[in-house]
């Protein structure tokens, strides 16, 4: 049990978000859960790690979809989905996010992506081949890439704080100054 003795200030402005949140939402979205549960199984079952927490990517994306286009939630949870890569560079930048980056919805950037590529191919070959578990390195660069993109899509969404929890090798890649 941890206690704390000292008191938080929060402003008034970030108060009402969490209110906001807590209200809206009752429960955090189902793809930082899923997040989680990738990242804490990824050095005990790293092949469980990654189906996960490519769920978790394809969950968000749809999710954020749903709030920001909200009469596109049937088909984004009904109908196949194009590749991840094809939603986050074609489809992605066209959302009509609340918040934007240097005026602009953009995709993830360039290493993230190519990551992301690589879940893709991973998940895919362990799923229908049956691959063995990747290595520990490779495996964590898939899910930084992917909790990159939670965030990303949280920031899109109108949750401006999420932009300070993107690493910040990414967000300079993607000319954003923090």
Known sequence: MIDISETLFLKDET???????????????IYHGLFREAWG??????????VTGMSAAEVGIKQCIGVLVPDAQWLADNVPS???????TAYLPTL????????NVVA???NVMEALEKGVTLRNE???????????ESVE????AIRDLLWLIDYYCGHEWALNYI??????EMKVET
Do not use: D, M
């Open 167 to 172: 690493r910040e090798e990414t967000l300079a």
């Open 41 to 50: 199984q990824r050095t005990t079952n790293p092949r469980s790690s990654i």
């Open 126 to 136: 362990i799923v229908h081949l049956g691959k063995q578990s990747p290595q520990l």
């Open 82 to 88: 194009p590749r991840l890569k094809k939603l986050l």
């Open 96 to 103: 009509p996010a609340v918040n934007k980056i240097n005026g």
């Open 108 to 110: 993830p950037s360039k």
């Open 141 to 144: 660069s898939i899910l930084l």
């Open 15 to 29: 108060q009402a978000q969490i209110l906001h949140l807590t209200n809206k939402f009752k429960n955090e979205p």
